[in-house]
Nanobody, 117 residues
């Protein structure tokens, strides 16, 4: 069973930066398209960025030019560099394999990102 452990969140002022990490156990990580998701209170979970096993990336419009997703398959880790953070980026950020309806792996605990204005 794959386990996902997210870290790197925190409290930051608007315009600041954070780098999130998601470490995955198990050997299937390198074959999966991985994604970062976020969920703010009262909102649905949304996918903000994804990266294929070969490194192709995709972003939701609201984070394009500010967030960068990357991965290290040797370390079974996916990263999310977040720059020029805005208060509307405040949410719990989680990673998972990209899915359409049902999550592929059990969710980790997520990491809280809070951006103050």
């Amino acid at each position: 069973q794959v386990q996902l452990v997210e870290s790197g969140g925190g409290l930051v002022q608007a315009g600041g930066s954070l780098r999130l990490s998601c470490a995955a156990s198990g050997s299937v990580f390198s074959t999966k398209t991985m994604a970062w998701y976020r969920q703010a209170p009262g909102n649905k979970r949304e996918r903000v960025a994804s990266i294929t096993s070969s490194g192709s990336t995709n972003y939701v419009d609201s984070v394009k030019g500010r967030f960068t997703i990357s991965r290290d398959n040797a370390k079974n880790t996916v990263y999310l560099q977040m720059n020029s953070l805005k208060p509307e980026d405040t949410a719990v950020y989680s990673c998972n394999a990209m899915y359409t309806v049902i999550p592929i792996f059990p969710w980790g605990q997520g990491t809280q990102v809070t951006v103050s204005s």
